[in-house]
């Protein structure tokens, strides 16, 4: 290695923007996303285990309940870019009132929820699913809308720790609500130690108790007096109208991006829940070890979304370009090996939904599953460039071209083209994963053509310093003419 290659690899190593850097704030949230995926991986590994039409049930029904929520989500979440901004221009007494606009979204969403409710039969009659699978979405769904308000409020209370760096309590309390989730999963599940077998209901009712207990402990974090009196997480409750505006002005179209993301998904496993238990099981577990792979580089992407928020809080664009690049490079060669592994040795992330499920009903659910992880490989690849460059972008605050492109390619490029070839020309199952490895595709250079314009190094979600004109001097510089 030559003296300037070692530099080069010392500079993007050590240094503001470079690999340390991003390691040190997206380490705590790989783990914790890392966590999430875990649990998420262990809850339907048991369902599989319980019965097929309990894990043919629970990604159609999760997923139409997080896709409802993920419109509050990404609004209040968006708190995070608040808070990293914020805490760049060293505006600190802003964070907690900017922490409270989310909570008041979360509360907001959680009512929604609620009603949602008593509308559960109705939908998923419309859906067309098996009887003993529609029973168990609808038994899943409702009690996941009991967690609304938990879900939704802790992920904006979570923007007070990212947005400053500060990590690491995000990724414990995360851990601890993953050991509850998956502690009561078993009891609820399998009725054990006394408690009565619930099946789906128990899933469902232990992901809520966790919710809860995650909420819990961010309040209690954030009552600390010291960050009460320098961010002003408590004294800063107030409801305020521009401040709350902006939130909805920048956050909204993340909202309504997640939202739409994962609606284009939720259509796209209902329409393949068309196709019968077997097509719809697969497809979930597929879709279940991606979460694996997918999932810890959600938190390397939150934490490039918070170095650039900082960044640009400070006026420096062009370290917050390091950092992106510093990310995808990291993000890339991680997704790269889970893709190799995919193809390669596919029994190691099948072999656990097959240990206690029953040989007869699950052999062609695996065989079919070992197919679909080839789709997984490809878009894998390609989604570092989705999840690093909208993150980046986001950051900086340009939600809105992120919803438009999500819209756009969504529509046309995943749900309609999966319906048309399922539902009317009869093409099966392959039809279906084709599109949605393009729609990934799509995203990704959408993304990336978006951050090399350069459009979002211009943009910040916070106020604009207002100029202050010292007494005694001119309002407008002295200008020396030349003779």
Known sequence: MTERARKNLLGRWEGEGGYREVLRVAIPLVLSTSAWSVQ?????????????????????????????????????????????????????????????????????????????????????????????????????????????????????????????????????????????????????????????????????????????????????????????????????????????????????????????????????????????????AATNIAFNINTLAFMPMIGLGIAISVLVGQYLGKDNPDLAQKSVYSGFVMTSVYMCAFAVLYVVVPDLFVAPFAAQADPEEFAEIYSLTVVLLRFVALYSVFDAMNIIFSSAIKGAGDTRFVMYVIVIISVFVLVVPTYVTIMLLDFGLMAGWTFATIYVIALSFAFFLRFLGGKWKTMRVIEEPVPIICAGLPECPAVDLEP
């Open 40 to 280: 998420h991986f262990v809850d339907r590994m048991f369902l599989v285990w319980y019965s097929p039409e309990a894990i043919a049930a629970a990604m159609p029904a999760g997923i139409l309940n997080f896709t409802i929520m993920s419109f509050f989500i990404g609004t209040a979440s968006y708190v995070s870019t608040f808070v990293a901004q914020y805490y760049g221009a060293e505006k600190y007494s802003r964070i907690g009132p900017a922490l409270w606009q989310g909570i008041y979204v979360s509360l907001l969403g959680g009512i929604v929820m609620f009603c949602l409710i008593p509308l559960a039969p109705a939908v998923f009659s419309l859906v067309g699913h098996e009887q003993m699978v529609r029973e168990n979405e609808v038994v899943y769904f409702q009690y996941l809308c009991l967690g609304g308000i938990p879900v939704i409020a802790s992920s904006a209370l979570a923007g007070f720790f990212s947005g400053r760096g500060r990590t690491w309590p995000v990724m414990w309390v995360n851990f601890f609500a993953t050991a509850v989730n998956l502690f009561l999963d078993y009891i609820f599940i399998f009725g054990r130690w006394g408690v009565p077998e619930m099946g789906m209901r128990g899933a469902a009712l232990a992901t809520v108790i966790s919710a809860f207990f995650s909420l819990a402990v961010y309040i209690v974090l954030l009552a600390d007096k010291d960050y009460n009196r320098i961010f002003h997480t408590i004294k800063g409750w107030r409801p305020e109208k521009d401040l709350f505006a902006r939130l909805v002005r920048f956050g909204l179209p993340s909202g309504i991006q997640f939202f739409l993301d994962m609606a284009g998904f939720s259509a796209f496993i209902l329409i393949l829940g068309r196709l019968g238990t077997v097509s719809l």
